[in-house]
């Protein structure tokens, strides 16, 4: 064990040590720069989760991501006691798994009590070999094929429904599972606005409201019987009740309009948005599902957008959904369920100050409970989606620096054995990190260099300005907080294997991602027969 503090804490990598006051399950962890169990050895290297940065790139390689389960569970404790301690009803909260998305992530999420927000066929089905009960499974996503509709209807998934074609979808399927021919369940008190129109077909509806739309192309009707036995697989082992005939549970998906400072490709709630229905087309899709027997339409969702450090949107995003749902209750559609997405940003630098999770909670929480309380409507079920602030600072990665390229007057670039494809961020977001060296925790920083990737692409920069001690090839670089979007975003640019994962806890560390091998880089490759020639 070591301290966490030394003499020098400006000049060396202890300043990105996490302060130590408060206990450690009262950090915030997204305002932290390292995992909260990170402090430095007597050795003088970096130690997570009780584990020697060193020992583990010796044991499992590199590049290696390095997860701090205590970090990963403080978050999520942190987010479901705020919301007991703040919102007078029922929340809970939902790790949006595109932020790392794994098996051993989602167990670890599901141990803690939370639910899992997937954006695909590929996110469902980790999820559910992960064990997590489908009841608290959503499936997000902008254009979701038949067949990942089809999986998650059978696995008894909710449905965030993006729009309109989707829903059509969705009827369709319900009208082939039998669904349709089922009476109408009509919510007790259906308002006037329900009953308008009432005599209009549904599918003239559908006509009129997705115009726009390009025709429906024929949809592959092509089962996958793989999935269906692993949803009933899961459903065994979970003891899920079976997913009702009657309907498929859904929320509805809307653009607020709010906006929010962050990044243009990770801002989501604004009107010129992908996602969701906008709000001029809100009377129309209520109607339409106020009419449908075959969806229930459980709940409303919006996300504004990623990495935000304001608590104002959050705010004001509460009291628009709630006018939201006082206008469903004119169509009679029993909403329980606000999702109000995610987006609490993290420490990527010491010059970001993002809200702790307690107070994102709190405002979230507040702001809802108020505008209810005004306009006298009963509390819904408060549902969350956080992903960068659940997982972002819980995890480091670890490279093997190799050779410099000293520009004289202009700059030192220090190259490491990862980059781009491990950590795509910088060169999609211009995102910005800092690093330590992991076996020279208390050397002095003095060389500001460019850390380069090692990918065939100039803007293959894993850190511009990076304030390092003096290093040499064969030096660990740790770059910072790169759990959130790292892996999930990662690819095999180059054709350079994925690195490896441990889960590091209490001294002990786990593979939850086995290193990439040449072999797996070719595993779906096929070569015909008539090129095979060229081995000979
Ligand atoms: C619908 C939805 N929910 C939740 C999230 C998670 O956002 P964050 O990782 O910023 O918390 C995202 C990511 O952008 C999203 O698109």
Same mark, same amino acid.
């Given at each position: 064990?070591?301290?966490?503090?030394?003499?020098?804490?400006?000049?060396?990598?202890?300043?990105?040590?996490?302060?130590?006051?408060?206990?450690?399950?009262?950090?915030?962890?997204?305002?932290?720069?390292?995992?909260?169990?990170?402090?430095?050895?007597?050795?003088?290297?970096?130690?997570?989760?009780?584990?020697?940065?060193?020992?583990?790139?010796?044991?499992?390689?590199?590049?290696?991501?390095?997860?701090?389960?205590?970090?990963?569970?403080?978050?999520?404790?942190?987010?479901?006691?705020?919301?007991?301690?703040?919102?007078?009803? +029922?929340?809970?909260?939902?790790?949006?798994?595109?932020?790392?998305?794994?098996?051993?992530?989602?167990?670890?999420?599901?141990?803690?009590?939370?639910?899992?927000?997937?954006?695909?066929?590929?996110?469902?089905?980790?999820?559910?070999?992960?064990?997590?009960?489908?009841?608290?499974?959503?499936?997000?996503?902008?254009?979701?094929?038949? =067949?990942?509709?089809?999986?998650?209807?059978?696995?008894?998934? #909710?449905?965030?429904?993006?729009?309109?074609?989707?829903?059509?979808?969705?009827?369709?399927?319900?009208?082939?599972?039998?669904?349709?021919?089922?009476?109408?369940?009509?919510?007790?008190?259906?308002?006037?606005?329900?009953?308008?129109? +009432?005599?209009?077909?549904?599918?003239? @509806?559908?006509?009129?409201?997705?115009?726009?739309?390009?025709?429906?192309?024929?949809?592959?009707?092509?089962?996958?019987?793989?999935?269906?036995?692993?949803?009933?697989?899961?459903?065994?082992?979970?003891?899920?009740?079976?997913?009702?005939?009657?309907?498929?549970?859904?929320?509805?998906?809307?653009?607020?309009?709010?906006?929010?400072? #962050?990044?243009?490709?990770?801002? #989501?709630?604004?009107?010129?948005?992908?996602?969701?229905?906008?709000?001029?087309?809100?009377?129309?899709?209520?109607?339409?599902?106020?009419?449908?027997?075959?969806?229930?339409?459980?709940?409303?969702?919006?996300?504004?957008?990623?990495?935000?450090?304001?608590? =104002?949107?959050?705010?004001?995003?509460?009291?628009?959904?709630?006018?939201?749902?006082?206008?469903?209750?004119?169509?009679?559609?029993?909403?329980?369920?606000?999702?109000?997405?995610?987006?609490?940003?993290?420490?990527?630098?010491?010059?970001?100050?993002?809200?702790?999770?307690?107070?994102?909670?709190?405002?979230?929480? +507040?702001?809802?409970?108020?505008?209810?309380? @005004?306009?006298?409507?009963?509390?819904?079920?408060?549902?969350?989606?956080?992903?960068?602030?659940?997982?972002?600072?819980?995890?480091?990665?670890?490279?093997?620096?190799?050779?410099?390229?000293?520009?004289?007057?202009?700059?030192?670039?220090?190259?490491?054995?990862?980059?781009?494809?491990?950590?795509?961020?910088?060169?999609?977001?211009?995102?910005?990190?800092?690093?330590?060296?992991?076996?020279?925790?208390?050397?002095?920083?003095?060389?500001?260099? #460019?850390?380069?990737?090692?990918?065939?692409?100039?803007?293959?920069?894993?850190?511009?300005?990076?304030?390092?001690?003096?290093?040499?090839?064969?030096?660990?670089?740790?770059?910072?907080?790169?759990?959130?979007?790292?892996?999930?975003?990662?690819?095999?640019?180059?054709?350079?294997?994925?690195?490896?994962?441990?889960?590091?806890?209490?001294?002990?560390?786990?593979?939850?991602?086995?290193?990439?091998?040449?072999?797996?880089?070719?595993?779906?490759?096929?070569?015909? =027969?008539?090129?095979?020639?060229?081995?000979?």
């Amino acid at each position: 064990m070591g301290s966490t503090h030394a003499t020098a804490v400006q000049a060396t990598g202890h300043r990105y040590l996490s302060e130590a006051d408060g206990t450690l399950a009262q950090r915030s962890p997204n305002q932290q720069l390292l995992p909260l169990t990170a402090t430095v050895n007597q050795k003088e290297q970096l130690e997570i989760g009780g584990c020697d940065v060193v020992d583990l790139v010796q044991q499992f390689g590199s590049p290696l991501y390095i997860l701090d389960e205590t970090t990963l569970r403080s978050a999520c404790r942190q987010y479901r006691d705020a919301f007991a301690r703040y919102y007078p009803g +029922e929340s809970q909260v939902l790790y949006a798994s595109k932020a790392w998305n794994c098996l051993a992530v989602c167990a670890i999420i599901a141990s803690e009590g939370l639910g899992i927000d997937i954006v695909s066929g590929g996110e469902l089905y980790t999820a559910l070999q992960a064990g997590v009960s489908p009841t608290k499974l959503y499936l997000h996503g902008n254009n979701k094929s038949r =067949e990942e509709l089809q999986f998650a209807v059978e696995a008894g998934c #909710t449905i965030v429904v993006d729009n309109w074609h989707e829903l059509k979808t969705l009827v369709a399927i319900a009208e082939e599972s039998g669904v349709r021919r089922q009476e109408p369940e009509r919510a007790e008190g259906a308002g006037e606005a329900g009953r308008a129109n +009432e005599q209009e077909p549904l599918d003239l @509806a559908f006509e009129t409201y997705s115009s726009k739309l390009s025709s429906v192309a024929a949809q592959s009707t092509t089962q996958n019987s793989k999935l269906s036995s692993i949803t009933a697989q899961s459903a065994t082992q979970n003891s899920i009740p079976p997913y009702s005939p009657h309907s498929i549970r859904i929320l509805l998906r809307l653009t607020p309009g709010i906006e929010c400072h #962050t990044h243009d490709y990770i801002r #989501t709630g604004s009107i010129d948005s992908k996602f969701g229905f906008g709000l001029d087309q809100l009377d129309d899709v209520f109607q339409l599902i106020s009419r449908e027997p075959s969806l229930a339409c459980v709940g409303l969702h919006a996300h504004i957008g990623s990495q935000i450090f304001e608590l =104002e949107p959050h705010h004001d995003l509460g009291a628009v959904m709630v006018q939201w749902l006082s206008k469903a209750a004119q169509y009679g559609l029993p909403i329980q369920e606000l999702d109000i997405g995610g987006g609490l940003g993290i420490r990527y630098t010491e010059a970001d100050d993002p809200p702790s999770i307690d107070a994102w909670v709190k405002v979230v929480s +507040e702001s809802i409970a108020a505008a209810c309380q @005004a306009q006298n409507l009963p509390l819904p079920r408060l549902l969350s989606e956080p992903g960068r602030s659940l997982i972002g600072s819980a995890c480091v990665t670890a490279y093997t620096m190799g050779g410099q390229k000293v520009i004289p007057g202009l700059r030192t670039y220090v190259t490491v054995d990862g980059g781009m494809s491990d950590n795509p961020r910088p060169i999609t977001y211009q995102s910005v990190y800092r690093a330590v060296v992991a076996n020279r925790m208390s050397a002095p920083l003095t060389e500001t260099v #460019t850390i380069a990737g090692k990918h065939c692409e100039s803007g293959d920069i894993v850190i511009q300005e990076a304030l390092l001690p003096a290093s040499q090839p064969g030096d660990l670089l740790v770059v910072m907080a790169t759990g959130a979007y790292n892996y999930s975003m990662g690819s095999n640019y180059n054709r350079i294997p994925r690195p490896a994962a441990v889960l590091v806890h209490d001294g002990e560390a786990n593979i939850i991602l086995q290193r990439e091998t040449y072999q797996d880089l070719i595993r779906q490759d096929r070569l015909p =027969e008539r090129l095979q020639t060229l081995q000979a």
